[in-house]
């Protein structure tokens, strides 16, 4: 048996605000941008150089997912986005004003610190240790 995760839905209130933020700030890749309707896209969208899960953006459609739009975790961590050089990642995203709740420290597994993207969803930002 072969089974993957391949995409995870992030509730966004804007398609191309959200586009804006992971593909500028981030750095981010548009792995496809589609139109379903006039008013739904899919919209993928991945790390620079990953190879695994993509985010699908998915622009909350009604009062109960618009409410969940920043909260998708209960206000814990939710997603966790590994680097090579978590310096380098982490003074460009800073440059580029992305906001980060806890300063990067050194734990036994690795660097870490946690941003919040532009709807609030706290993000790890990691580099395991070798």
């Not at 792995?31 to 993928?44: A, G, I, P, Q, Y």
Request: charged share 25%.
């Amino acid at each position: 048996m072969n089974q993957s995760i391949i995409h995870i839905a992030l509730l966004v209130k804007d398609y191309d605000e959200a586009i804006d933020f992971y593909v500028k700030k981030l750095n981010f890749s548009i792995v496809e941008d589609t139109w379903l309707s006039d008013t739904k896209r899919w919209v993928l969208i991945k790390p620079p150089g990953s190879s695994g899960c993509c985010l699908l953006l998915a622009k909350a459609a009604d009062e109960l997912q618009e409410s969940a739009v920043g909260n998708q975790s209960g206000g814990r961590v939710f997603l966790f986005l590994e680097t090579d050089d978590f310096y380098r990642d982490y003074n460009r995203m800073v440059t580029n004003d992305v906001l980060f709740v806890r300063e990067p420290v050194e734990e036994s597994y690795g660097t870490v610190a946690v941003f919040q993207d532009l709807y609030g969803n706290l993000w790890d930002l990691i580099e395991r240790k070798k």
